[in-house]
């Protein structure tokens, strides 16, 4: 199936942990993107990578890490978890350029992380 | 700086009945891109419609449709024929070429469809 996959879907840890979430997506795309949802729903870009390079951080702490070691992948590792990182993440993709732009992202099912 | 703005948190609509869902936002780009998202409680983030800035004509996919105003920059969806399956998270969203792919968010519509 072609899609944008992220894991794990659902990740319980204790603060001060170091966790990592893997994306992976199949359909060819260039961009690759990590959005937060808070606990509000309200979501928000926190990077995006066009073809392995950083286009977008938007002041997000530097305990977030991101990698993307081929545009097909974009992996994201916080380090020293807070309570306040307890949220859901989505991994998406698009296809950038000004006619693929209208097709929308698409977006992987979401990391609901829990820090206890 | 781009912003979108959802004003109604939550809304109910009876089954097979139209709803609207409204949205304005606030850009200064001249091309620019509007989708409407669906979110269920499985969470997945579903593409509902998109509406190109250039474009006068209205977008529309099968029970759904945009009201796009660009003079008023507002871009609300119509629900026709809801079903329970339309009972989600819907979010507004914007984008534009120059923006690195960055999608801009409302605050969302909690949306439930009653039997």
């Known amino acids: 199936d072609t899609a944008v996959s992220q894991t794990p879907k659902y990740l319980v840890t204790q603060m001060g942990n170091d966790k990592s979430i893997k994306c992976e997506q199949n359909l060819g795309h260039d961009t690759m993107y990590w959005y937060k949802q808070d606990s509000k729903k309200f979501l928000k870009i926190m990077f995006s990578y066009n073809n392995k390079e950083l286009i977008i951080n938007e002041t997000v702490p530097n305990r977030f890490s991101p990698k993307s070691p081929d545009k097909a992948h974009l992996n994201l590792h916080i380090n020293s978890l807070e309570l306040g990182d307890s949220a859901v993440y989505f991994c998406?993709?698009?296809?950038?350029?000004?006619?693929?732009?209208?097709?929308?992202?698409?977006f992987g099912s979401g990391t609901r992380l829990t820090v206890v | 700086a781009q912003t979108v703005t959802q004003s109604q948190p939550e809304m109910s609509v009876q089954e097979a009945e139209t709803v609207t869902l409204s949205c304005t936002y606030d850009?200064?780009?001249?091309?620019?891109?509007l989708f409407w998202y669906k979110q269920p409680p499985s969470r997945q983030m579903i593409l509902v419609i998109r509406?190109?800035?250039?474009?006068?004509q209205n977008a529309t996919e099968n029970r759904f449709s945009v009201n796009f105003q660009k003079a008023a920059k507002s871009f609300s969806l119509k629900i026709s024929d809801s079903q329970l399956g339309d009972t989600a998270m819907y979010f507004c969203a914007l984008t534009a070429p120059n923006q690195g792919g960055k999608l801009i968010f409302g605050q969302g519509t909690e949306l439930s469809v009653k039997p």
């Open positions: 850009t200064s780009e001249s091309n620019y891109y």
């Open positions: 509406q190109e800035a250039y474009k006068q």
């Open positions: 998406a993709s698009s296809q950038p350029g000004q006619g693929a732009l209208g097709y929308g992202y698409t």
